[in-house]
């Protein structure tokens, strides 16, 4: 145990040469690295820049809050990356930030991914039934815990050997569902669901409240998918 403990530290000491970098965004960074037999992930949420700053201050330590939607998600039983520790004040790159270490999943790949190699193979796994429930099962556990989601995509759902998952437990908040969490998803969702996944989740979910006729976040999400995609001049 304690060389274990001692080759994490040392991995961590050197992350940018023992680990892999798999995402950079100003906000947030995600490192891949392995100590003896288990890979894991690491969340790194630099302090820098005034947005950075401001949502600490008013939300706290994005590590800390996604340490604990994580737990909060393992004790609701909704199947979840398993974190390991939180690190306030640690320095990658001579940037001071936090992060969240979490173990990694994998085999994996997400439901986005999963689904396109479908469609792009012309294949059907004949798991699309099993799929389709166990997302309305973590959805109905997410509410019956009182938990919600801000950001419900099929990129942020892992599937590993048969077994889904929900990512990035820092959009997890507290105070349950809403139908625009659900309409989110449904975007997502609509190139590969069919109106009968659709209203056998919704039944589950919201009982006898009638599915809307009208995906009011369509309409939203394009217009902020049409401004991350065109730059300032109009091209592409």
């Known amino acids: 145990m304690a060389d274990a403990q001692a080759d994490l530290e040392a991995a961590l000491r050197n992350l940018p040469a023992s680990g892999q970098l798999i995402k950079d965004r100003p906000y947030r960074q995600v490192w891949r690295f392995e100590v003896g037999q288990s890979a894991y992930y690491l969340k790194f949420y630099p302090r820098s820049g005034w947005r950075a700053s401001l949502r600490r201050r008013l939300r706290g330590s994005p590590a800390t809050r996604e340490f604990l939607?994580?737990?909060?998600?393992?004790?609701?039983?909704?199947?979840?990356?398993?974190?390991?520790?939180?690190?306030?004040?640690?320095?990658l790159h001579d940037v001071v930030g936090d992060a969240v270490i979490l173990h990694a999943i994998e085999p994996s790949?997400?439901?986005?991914?999963?689904?396109?190699?479908?469609?792009?193979?012309?294949?059907?796994?004949?798991?699309h039934f099993e799929v389709s429930r166990q997302v309305a099962d973590i959805l109905l556990k997410l509410g019956q815990a009182r938990l919600g989601h801000d950001d419900l995509h099929l990129?942020?759902?892992?599937?590993?050997?048969?077994?889904?998952?929900?990512?990035?437990?820092?959009?997890?908040?507290?105070?349950?569902?809403?139908?625009?969490?659900?309409?989110?998803?449904?975007?997502?969702?609509?190139?590969?669901?069919?109106?009968?996944?659709?209203?056998?989740?919704?039944?589950?979910?919201?009982?006898?409240?009638?599915?809307?006729?009208?995906?009011?976040?369509?309409?939203?999400?394009?217009r902020s998918f049409l401004q991350r995609v065109f730059t300032d001049d109009g091209r592409w």
């Not at 994580?70 to 520790?85: C, D, F, S, T, W």
């Not at 990129?155 to 437990?169: E, M, P, Q």
Request: hydrophobic share 45%; aromatic share 6%.
């Open 69 to 91: 939607r994580l737990q909060a998600l393992q004790k609701a039983g909704i199947p979840a990356p398993r974190a390991v520790a939180v690190l306030v004040g640690y320095r």
């Open 155 to 222: 990129g942020n759902f892992l599937i590993s050997k048969g077994i889904v998952y929900l990512l990035d437990a820092y959009a997890v908040r507290l105070g349950g569902l809403r139908v625009a969490d659900l309409m989110h998803l449904a975007h997502s969702a609509e190139s590969h669901a069919n109106t009968t996944d659709f209203l056998r989740a919704w039944r589950r979910l919201r009982e006898t409240a009638p599915l809307p006729a009208v995906n009011r976040q369509s309409r939203r999400l394009c």
């Open 109 to 127: 790949i997400t439901l986005q991914a999963h689904l396109d190699e479908q469609r792009l193979l012309g294949v059907d796994a004949g798991d």
